[in-house]
């Protein structure tokens, strides 16, 4: 459960069209920001074929799951997720029209798809961004027009953002008992907020321009600012675009159901294809939640080497399925990768003398973690940091062109 301390967000995604990098998410986002929720937020979406970020693991256990249980409907795939992240099925309560409350304020981000990186920052009247760098002659220019400004720069006043936040608008609230931003549930003492309401407002008395920068790459030293991404941040505008986001079930004439155009043909399967059985009423899906939340699956395979303990929705271990759910056979817990010479040596091999290792193995067990995290594995397997350790040191006895730390 996240504190009352939470100024900046941090958003590693995959780079999809139409869902992650989408004009209404980057909308979405932004009035968050104008309301006051967050000073700041950076959205980094990844290269194609990505594998070793956390996320992926925790794919990875899923899939694994996946392919050793019977799986019959939604409701079963949810219970097979729990143990490894928060999950949830969208109804059209949790849906909301986003779209509609959004597009007005904001401008379309120029070239969506063509930048990784976008930072969103809250102008408080205080932001000093100086004046706009001068980039290096080698510097291949952005296809879109707008002033540059140095990663250092954005970054500080995205930390000095926050730093005011924090002491302006949460410190004040927590001491008043009127705190109703992120982080509520944990201080119920210290908020005003009611029971079971939505974190984002019904109004405000106050609202901040939101300012767009934009980069290719993480190595790329300057941000592009996307001018009047956000033209006017007028209260009146943004009580409208807050008046017009709601849940889907107020408008029916939208159509919005779960699951969309699959929605009948799914229960049609159902009904048709699965055995009652196998599909109780226990299972039905539930709409309570949201999902997304990784619980910390690949923090625990990594730092410790060992087989991670599942996760419960309380944030506890727990022994993976419900005692309850008899109907639904228990996976087996991952495995460790058993070593083969044949099959290994040469890539542990290419890890040691690639970068960031370059022929010298590694000295810290962090340093350990992350070599290891480079070999490949099996679908609901991992590998033990102490066997690729092992291996790796017997490599450097061997081998000239791979040694020990001094």
């Known amino acids: 459960m996240p504190l009352p301390l939470v100024r900046k967000l941090r958003l590693h995604m995959d780079s999809c069209a139409g869902t992650n990098k989408s004009q209404f998410f980057f909308g979405g986002l932004g009035l968050v920001l104008s309301c006051g929720l967050l000073d700041c937020a950076m959205v980094l979406h990844m290269v194609v074929g990505h594998t070793k970020f956390g996320p992926d693991l925790v794919a990875r256990m899923i899939a694994g799951k996946f392919n050793q249980s019977d799986v019959f409907n939604h409701g079963q795939l949810v219970n097979l997720m729990r143990p490894y992240t928060t999950a949830a099925a969208y109804d059209a309560e949790i849906l909301q029209t986003w779209k509609q409350g959004t597009q007005p304020l904001f401008a379309a981000v120029d070239h969506i798809m063509s930048y990784r990186g976008f930072t969103l920052l809250a102008d408080d009247g205080e932001v000093d961004m100086g004046e706009p760098a001068t980039p290096k002659a080698d510097f291949e220019p952005f296809a879109d027009r707008g002033r540059l400004f140095d990663d250092a720069v954005l970054t500080r006043e995205c930390t000095k953002a926050a730093a005011r936040g924090l002491r302006a608008h949460v410190l004040p609230a927590l001491r008043d008992s009127t705190y109703r931003g992120i982080g509520r549930a944990a201080v119920p003492a210290c908020s005003d907020a009611s029971l079971g309401s939505r974190l984002l407002p019904t109004s405000v008395s106050a609202c901040r321009r939101v ?20 033209p006017s941040h007028s209260v009146d505008r943004v009580n409208a675009a807050l008046a017009a986001v709601e849940p889907y079930t107020k408008h029916p004439e939208m159509g919005k159901v779960a699951y969309g155009s699959k929605a009948k043909s799914l229960s049609e399967q159902y009904a048709k294809f699965v055995p009652r059985q196998f599909v109780p009423d226990k299972y ?22 060992a087989a991670p303990a599942p996760v419960g929705d309380s944030g506890a271990p727990s022994t993976g399925i419900d ?18 010479a044949a099959a290994h040596k040469e890539v542990l091999v290419g890890i040691a003398l690639g970068a960031p290792f ?13 070599l290891a995290a480079k070999m490949p594995v099996r679908a609901g397997q991992y590998w033990e940091v102490g066997t690729v350790k092992r291996h790796a040191l017997a490599l450097a006895k061997a081998r000239a062109d791979i040694s020990t730390p001094m």
């Open 284 to 305: 039905a899906v539930s709409a309570d939640g949201h999902s997304g939340l990784a619980a910390g699956i690949w923090k625990q395979t990594l730092l410790s080497g």
């Open 358 to 370: 370059n022929g010298v193995l590694p000295k810290s067990s962090k340093e350990w973690c992350e």
């Open 323 to 340: 005692t309850e759910d008899a109907d639904v056979p228990a996976s087996p817990s991952p495995v460790k990768m058993r070593w083969s």
């Open 211 to 230: 300012r767009l920068f934009t980069r290719r790459s993480s190595s790329d030293p300057y941000w592009r600012e996307q001018e009047k991404w956000m």
